[in-house]
């Protein structure tokens, strides 16, 4: 006969960032620039299509009258010096994927709750740290020397857990024994993670707290909302959740192991030639590693372990992804000049921190490009270690449509800024003119194709037309006067190819006769 051993019971962290988005800004720019927390009204905005909204104010804008959700305009006529910055979601949204990572110091797994929140499960764990008391405690105390704001609790679910950590007191626990229901009915509706417009109509019934939900019958508000078969839409299936009636699905945040190769080596090395092979295998190790995973490096860490212990880190950035060793080596060469090997070099290890999708390339092509030239990214990696991160700039696209605007220089290791998606142009020409020179043409109607123009004191004759591609102004940010434009790919009777635009329509109101530009070149 054996014994069943019961399984312990669930006991969930959830951990609150109600500051998450200003303490960020406040990390990075706002300790730049040697701010306190609070030392003047601040809000973070987003831009919307009726004008800059705030999406997070710090604690002397809220205590100003500045809230959250609420126009800028509004938030400066209760509050004139209220300063501003741009938000970024996606920033806050990696920065919290990290602490999520992080955060398994206190459970096996977390996840993320979206978008200033964590869960993490301490099952089992609290008498490592000598209770969920002190978990709480050393969890309160770890967020604070990260200089961030939180509210934490445990709960045998995740929905009561949130529900204490927002709008219970602080470090509340619910024991797995207690009365869910009768601890958590002072908690009001808002607690069950319900969306805003449902919470109007709870409220509009009478129903501002978590009891008065069940004082009434379950039918009756399954009668109301069994049409909503989403979570945040009906308040029984987050109210069961919260209860543990039903399971509540979490997705874990996985760690994902930077590729990483090392050497070993028998015996310490002090000379540059020896470094320089360990390092050129390494690297192969590294193309190979990340080869398999189709990826390719954007930061590179080398760390050179010596016989007394003493380790020297090098980091290298690259402009585009890549898993070329020969282009590595070249690279971290200039960085290994200034390394004291002192009694010996023991261990060499190259990591790769950030990596980005890499697809198979044809080898025979890109033998080819290197003994004809240097690919662009390769010569902004060798410009950028010579002169510096700041000497250097590249092109990256811009979303505008206008052709003059579609590009802007931003330094080679500066991310990318976030897009809603890649503009899909149409055909552009080989070489666009740094701007457009006004071009005199003729032609049958004024709303037609042209017959033949003069540039730079020759006539050309027309042969073929495609056309036109007509782009509007940007009404945002062009004046109401401004003129669309219809582009034309031309080519004339000697076969060269130009592209030609005209400068608004025929009685438009917007002034007098169209002009007529040229502004690019075609193959």
């Given at each position: 006969m054996t014994d069943e051993v019961s399984s312990p019971p669930r006991r969930i962290l959830s951990v609150w960032l109600p500051r998450l988005a200003i303490d960020r800004w406040r990390l990075g720019e706002g300790c730049a620039r040697g701010e306190g927390p609070d030392a003047?009204?601040?809000?973070?905005?987003?831009?919307?299509?009726?004008?800059?909204?705030?999406?997070?104010?710090?604690?002397?804008?809220?205590?100003?009258?500045?809230?959250?959700?609420?126009?800028?305009?509004?938030?400066?006529?209760?509050?004139?010096?209220?300063?501003?910055?741009?938000?970024?979601?996606?920033?806050?949204?990696?920065?919290?994927?990290?602490?999520?990572?992080?955060?398994?110091?206190?459970?096996?797994?977390?996840?993320?709750?979206?978008?200033?929140?964590?869960?993490?499960?301490?099952?089992?764990?609290?008498?490592?740290?000598?209770?969920?008391?002190?978990?709480?405690?050393?969890?309160?105390?770890?967020?604070?020397?990260?200089?961030?704001?939180?509210?934490?609790?445990?709960?045998?679910?995740?929905?009561?857990?949130?529900?204490?950590?927002?709008?219970?007191?602080?470090?509340?626990?619910?024991?797995?024994?207690?009365?869910?229901?009768?601890?958590?009915?002072?908690?009001?509706?808002?607690?069950?993670?319900?969306?805003?417009?449902?919470?109007?109509?709870?409220?509009?019934?009478?129903?501002?707290?978590?009891?008065?939900?069940?004082?009434?019958?379950?039918?009756?508000?399954?009668?109301?909302?069994?049409?909503?078969?989403?979570?945040?839409?009906?308040?029984?299936?987050?109210?069961?959740?919260?209860?543990?009636?039903?399971?509540?699905?979490?997705?874990?945040?996985?760690?994902?192991?930077?590729?990483?190769?090392?050497?070993?080596?028998?015996?310490?090395?002090?000379?540059?030639?020896?470094?320089?092979?360990?390092?050129?295998?390494?690297?192969?190790?590294?193309?190979?590693?990340?080869?398999?995973?189709?990826?390719?490096?954007?930061?590179l860490e080398i760390g050179l372990w010596r016989v007394d212990g003493e380790v020297a880190m090098r980091h290298l950035e690259l402009s585009a992804a890549t898993r070329d060793p020969a282009h590595v080596c070249r690279l971290f060469s200039a960085k290994l000049d200034d390394v004291d090997a002192g009694f010996g070099i023991e261990m060499v290890r190259l990591r790769a921190s950030w990596t980005e999708p890499l697809a198979l390339e044809q080898g025979d092509i890109e033998a080819a490009a290197e003994t004809q030239g240097t690919s662009l990214a390769a010569c902004l990696d060798r410009l950028t270690v010579r002169l510096g991160e700041k000497a250097v700039r590249r092109p990256v696209l811009h979303a505008s449509h206008m052709p003059e605007r579609a590009q802007r220089w931003r330094p080679p290791l500066e991310r990318e800024p976030a897009a809603q998606e890649e503009l899909r142009f149409h055909a552009r020409p080989l070489k666009l003119l740094d701007r457009a020179e006004k071009i005199a043409v003729l032609y049958a109607t004024p709303d037609g194709h042209p017959k033949a123009f003069r540039w730079r004191g020759q006539v050309r004759e027309i042969a073929r037309v495609e056309g036109p591609e007509r782009i509007a102004p940007e009404w945002w940010r062009s004046k109401s006067t401004a003129r669309l434009r219809d582009y034309y790919r031309i080519e004339d009777t000697a076969g060269c190819r130009y592209w030609i635009y005209r400068h608004g329509l025929m009685e438009d109101g917007r002034g007098g006769l169209p002009d007529w530009f040229l502004q690019g070149l075609c193959a």
């Amino acid at each position: 006969m054996t014994d069943e051993v019961s399984s312990p019971p669930r006991r969930i962290l959830s951990v609150w960032l109600p500051r998450l988005a200003i303490d960020r800004w406040r990390l990075g720019e706002g300790c730049a620039r040697g701010e306190g927390p609070d030392a003047d009204p601040l809000a973070l905005i987003a831009e919307t299509a009726h004008g800059p909204r705030i999406d997070a104010v710090n604690d002397a804008g809220r205590a100003a009258g500045a809230r959250r959700g609420m126009m800028l305009a509004d938030a400066r006529t209760l509050c004139p010096r209220l300063k501003v910055a741009p938000s970024d979601p996606e920033g806050d949204l990696a920065f919290l994927g990290k602490l999520a990572v992080w955060a398994q110091r206190w459970g096996p797994w977390s996840a993320l709750d979206a978008p200033d929140g964590l869960v993490i499960d301490v099952t089992a764990v609290a008498h490592l740290f000598g209770g969920e008391t002190r978990l709480l405690a050393d969890a309160q105390a770890a967020f604070a020397r990260r200089r961030l704001t939180a509210r934490l609790a445990i709960a045998p679910t995740a929905g009561a857990a949130w529900a204490l950590s927002h709008f219970g007191p602080e470090r509340a626990i619910l024991q797995p024994g207690d009365d869910a229901a009768a601890c958590l009915e002072e908690l009001p509706v808002a607690a069950l993670r319900l969306d805003d417009e449902v919470l109007v109509v709870l409220r509009r019934l009478g129903l501002k707290r978590l009891g008065d939900l069940h004082g009434i019958g379950r039918s009756a508000l399954h009668r109301r909302f069994r049409n909503r078969k989403s979570p945040a839409a009906n308040p029984l299936i987050r109210m069961d959740q919260l209860l543990g009636r039903v399971s509540e699905p979490l997705l874990p945040v996985v760690r994902r192991q930077a590729p990483l190769v090392q050497r070993r080596l028998l015996e310490p090395i002090r000379h540059r030639e020896l470094l320089d092979q360990v390092v050129a295998d390494l690297a192969g190790d590294m193309a190979r590693e990340l080869e398999g995973k189709g990826q390719g490096a954007r930061r590179l860490e080398i760390g050179l372990w010596r016989v007394d212990g003493e380790v020297a880190m090098r980091h290298l950035e690259l402009s585009a992804a890549t898993r070329d060793p020969a282009h590595v080596c070249r690279l971290f060469s200039a960085k290994l000049d200034d390394v004291d090997a002192g009694f010996g070099i023991e261990m060499v290890r190259l990591r790769a921190s950030w990596t980005e999708p890499l697809a198979l390339e044809q080898g025979d092509i890109e033998a080819a490009a290197e003994t004809q030239g240097t690919s662009l990214a390769a010569c902004l990696d060798r410009l950028t270690v010579r002169l510096g991160e700041k000497a250097v700039r590249r092109p990256v696209l811009h979303a505008s449509h206008m052709p003059e605007r579609a590009q802007r220089w931003r330094p080679p290791l500066e991310r990318e800024p976030a897009a809603q998606e890649e503009l899909r142009f149409h055909a552009r020409p080989l070489k666009l003119l740094d701007r457009a020179e006004k071009i005199a043409v003729l032609y049958a109607t004024p709303d037609g194709h042209p017959k033949a123009f003069r540039w730079r004191g020759q006539v050309r004759e027309i042969a073929r037309v495609e056309g036109p591609e007509r782009i509007a102004p940007e009404w945002w940010r062009s004046k109401s006067t401004a003129r669309l434009r219809d582009y034309y790919r031309i080519e004339d009777t000697a076969g060269c190819r130009y592209w030609i635009y005209r400068h608004g329509l025929m009685e438009d109101g917007r002034g007098g006769l169209p002009d007529w530009f040229l502004q690019g070149l075609c193959a």
